[in-house]
C-alpha cells in the first residue's frame, strides 16, 4: 500500500521544519491540494496573457562551478521553495508548483549552488523552470570536511535528466522570476536540515556528557540546583536537571577529587549545564526563524519587485548555531581527551587504557580536531562577511556553517561516547 502524500497548500496549512526534512530525505511523496491549487490557477495571469521572460539559454548547459548543495539539501530548498508558493498569494502559474512537485517525487534534482545568498541560489532555481542546468545524483561528500558533493556526484544536464521523466519545464514570466528569487528559502530549506540534526544531537551530547562524568568520577557539585538556579538561565537548569537524571544512582561521580585535577581540565565537566543549555537556546533561537520562513506566503512582484525583504534575524541566528555546535564539539572533545588519558586515574580508580587502544582514540580525536578546525573556518568566513558589512545577508553560507558544525559535533560527541565506554570497562 503506497505512503499517504504529503499534501501542500491546505488552507490554514502550517507545514514543520520535520515536514521538509521528510521531503528533503524522501521519507513523502508530494501533492498539491486541490483548493490550494484551484486557489493559485484563479489568482495567476490566464494563459493568453503570459509573457514568457527573455531568458537565453547558455549554449552548454552545465552545473554551477564551484561546489554545490547535497542532495538532500537542494530538496530542502525545492520543498521550502514549493510551500512559500502554495501558501502565499505569488501570482506564479499552477504549472510552477506542479513542476517542482514532479522534480521531488521523481528524484531529479537539480544541482544548486552552495553559494552564500540566498539571491545567488535562488537564482539558479528559477533557471531549472527554463529546462536549464544540471542535476545531483548522490550526496557522498567529498574529502576536506565541505560536506558538499564530489564533482562525481554530479548527474546529467538538467534537460536529459526531466525528458526522461517526461516533464517539461514550465518557463517563468519576469514577475516569475521576481516572487521565485526572493526571500530565504535557500537558508531555510538548508537550515531546516541543521536545525532538526541539532536538536536531535543536543540530546546525543547531553548522554555522552553523562557517560564521560560516570567514566572520569568528576564532580556535579555544579549540575545542583541551588548552583544553576542562582544565574538563571533557564536552558542551563533544564540541561542540568537531565544530567543529574541520567547520573541517577552513580556510585562514581564526585569520586575524582577536585585537588586531583586542573580546573582549566576540569571545565568542561563542570560547565556542561551552561555549555549544553547554550546550544539548546541556540537550537530554539534558529529554529523558530527557520520555521517562519517554512510558513511564510509568498507575495506577487510588482513588475519585476518584490514586497517583501527578507529578515536579518535567520543568517544570525544559524551562525550563533554554528558557534554553539562547534562550542559544544569542542567540550566533547576535551571530556574525551581527559577520559582517555585519565585525568586523576588514581582518584578515580581507573585502570590505564591499552597502549593500542589509546593511540587509536588519539588517532581518532586528531583527526576530529581536524574537522572542528574545517568548521570552525566556516563559520568565520560568515562572521568575518557579516562584521565587515552589517547589511550582507550571506544566510545559505550561514546555513552551511551550521551544517559544517553539526556534522564536527556528531564525530566528536561519537568519539566522547566511545572514549567513556572504554574507560567504564577498562576500570570493570
Do not use: W
Amino acid at each position: 500500500m503506497a505512503a499517504k502524500a504529503f499534501t501542500v497548500g491546505g488552507i490554514g496549512a502550517q507545514p514543520s521544519i520535520d515536514d521538509v526534512v521528510k521531503i528533503a530525505q524522501g521519507g513523502l511523496q508530494v501533492a498539491l491540494d486541490a483548493a490550494g491549487a484551484e486557489r493559485i490557477k484563479k489568482e495567476s495571469p490566464a494563459p493568453k496573457q503570459f509573457q514568457q521572460e527573455a531568458y537565453t539559454a547558455p549554449a552548454e548547459p552545465s552545473a554551477p562551478s564551484g561546489p554545490v548543495l547535497t542532495v538532500e539539501q537542494a530538496r530542502a530548498v525545492l520543498a521550502t521553495r514549493l510551500l512559500t508558493v502554495m501558501n502565499g498569494r505569488s501570482g506564479c502559474r499552477l504549472q510552477v508548483a506542479e513542476y517542482m512537485v514532479e522534480l521531488l517525487n521523481k528524484g531529479v534534482t537539480p544541482a544548486l549552488p552552495a553559494a552564500p545568498t540566498d539571491a545567488q541560489v535562488l537564482t539558479v532555481l528559477a533557471d531549472t523552470c527554463h529546462g536549464t542546468g544540471g542535476t545531483v545524483t548522490a550526496a557522498s561528500v567529498a574529502a576536506g570536511g565541505s560536506g558538499h558533493p564530489s564533482s562525481a556526484a554530479l548527474g546529467s544536464a538538467l534537460a536529459s535528466a526531466i525528458a526522461a521523466a517526461g516533464l517539461t519545464a514550465p518557463g517563468l514570466s519576469a514577475a516569475e522570476r521576481a516572487v521565485l528569487t526572493s526571500g530565504c528559502c535557500g537558508a531555510a530549506g538548508v537550515g531546516a536540515l541543521a536545525v532538526a540534526g541539532g536538536r536531535k544531537l543536543l540530546s546525543l551530547a547531553t548522554a555522552a556528557a553523562a557517560l564521560s562524568c560516570e567514566a572520569l568520577g568528576a564532580p556535579t557539585k555544579s549540575f545542583e540546583a541551588d548552583v544553576v538556579e542562582a544565574q538563571g538561565y533557564k536552558a542551563a537548569i533544564g540541561a542540568a536537571d537531565e544530567l543529574l537524571g541520567l547520573l541517577e544512582g552513580s556510585k562514581r561521580v564526585d569520586s575524582l577529587k577536585e585537588r586531583g585535577a586542573e580546573p582549566e581540565a576540569m571545565a568542561p565537566f563542570t560547565a556542561a549545564p551552561q555549555r549544553l543549555g547554550a546550544l539548546g537556546e541556540a537550537l530554539a533561537s534558529a529554529y523558530a526563524c527557520v520555521r517562519s520562513e517554512v510558513q511564510s506566503g509568498a507575495l506577487a512582484a510588482k513588475g519585476s519587485t518584490t514586497l517583501a525583504a527578507p529578515s536579518p534575524q535567520l543568517p544570525a541566528a544559524l551562525l550563533a548555531l554554528a558557534r554553539a555546535l562547534l562550542a559544544a564539539a569542542r567540550d566533547a572533545l576535551r571530556r574525551a581527551k581527559a577520559v582517555g588519558c585519565g585525568v586523576g586515574p588514581a582518584a578515580a580508580g581507573a585502570a590505564p587504557l591499552e597502549a593500542g587502544v589509546a593511540a587509536s582514540l588519539a588517532e581518532q580525536l586528531a583527526a576530529a580536531e581536524g574537522s572542528l578546525a574545517v568548521a570552525q573556518r566556516s563559520m568565520s568566513a560568515v562572521g568575518a562577511a557579516m562584521m565587515e558589512d552589517v547589511e550582507a545577508l550571506p544566510g545559505v553560507q550561514a546555513a552551511l556553517a551550521a551544517s559544517a558544525a553539526l556534522r564536527a559535533a556528531h564525530e566528536a560527541v561519537a568519539l566522547e561516547a566511545l572514549a567513556a565506554v572504554v574507560g567504564l570497562r577498562a576500570i570493570e
